[in-house]
């Protein structure tokens, strides 16, 4: 069965600068699809950035990148120069080929003025 | 719109009604899926539709729970005689076609039981 571990439940940073949140997932599957998912206190799910388990290059856009390490089966999201406005809920997933995702418990990021 | 709408936004129902909650789809995208996400928690995989096969119900945490999407666009989640356990918000998602593209969501349904 598919897994998906966030240790860390909340973290803090200072604005501007760099913080990376841990995503380590377990799978049997080859061909899967990593997500990293924005839920603000308002709700909704933002999408933010995928990497494909055939990717050779670390996922990029804009100030979020994924650092992946396949042979560890981590995925961790980083996210650089931090914003007031990304004080929200982290959700790291993975989704198999029939398209069902499993995801993590979430981080709770801060970003201090 | 150009994104998920969900209705209603906010349901309360006393213990033993039935439930339906509507889920529209980004126009032209042919996967819909349904998750549960408790307080605190992560959400959860309820079931999976490509156009208007069911493909994966794996999810549904009881026979109370049906979904459907008979003309492969709008799809419903009915959950009948509620229980307080039901209280949570359901998460409807789609995406462009199957496999590993990634899914858009909607606002969500926050149900309470009472």
């Known amino acids: 069965a598919q897994k998906i571990t966030q240790t860390q439940p909340g973290m803090f940073v200072q604005e501007k600068e760099a913080v990376t949140l841990d995503c380590t997932y377990d799978?049997?599957?080859?061909?899967?699809?990593l997500f990293w998912y924005k839920q603000p206190s308002s709700g909704e799910m933002i999408f933010l950035i995928y990497?494909?388990?055939?990717?050779?290059q670390n996922a990029t856009e804009g100030r979020y990148s994924l650092n992946f390490q396949k042979a560890r089966k981590s995925a961790n999201l980083v996210i650089s120069a931090s914003q007031l406005g990304d004080s929200a809920m982290y959700f790291c997933?993975?989704?198999?080929?029939?398209?069902?995702?499993?995801f993590g418990d979430g981080t709770t990021l801060t970003v201090k003025p | 719109g150009a994104g998920v709408s969900q209705s209603p936004r906010y349901k309360v129902a006393k213990r033993g009604q039935d439930v339906a909650l509507r889920c529209d789809p980004i126009?032209?995208?042919?996967?819909l899926f349904w998750y549960q996400q408790a307080l605190g928690q992560g959400p959860e995989f309820l079931t999976y539709?490509?156009?208007?096969?069911?493909?994966?119900k794996s999810g549904l945490p009881s026979d109370r729970f049906f979904a459907e999407r008979p003309e492969g666009s709008v799809s419903t989640l009915k959950i009948q005689r509620t229980q307080q356990e039901d209280s949570a918000v359901y998460l409807c998602?789609?995406?462009?076609?199957?496999?590993?593209?990634?899914?858009?969501f909607g606002p969500g349904t926050r149900l309470t039981v009472l």
């Open positions: 799978t049997s599957d080859q061909s899967y699809g």
């Open positions: 990497q494909g388990s055939y990717d050779e």
């Open positions: 539709f490509q156009n208007e096969a069911q493909l994966d």
């Open positions: 998602a789609s995406s462009l076609g199957g496999g590993l593209r990634e899914q858009f």
């Open positions: 126009s032209g995208h042919v996967s």
């Open positions: 997933a993975m989704r198999e080929g029939t398209g069902k995702s499993t």
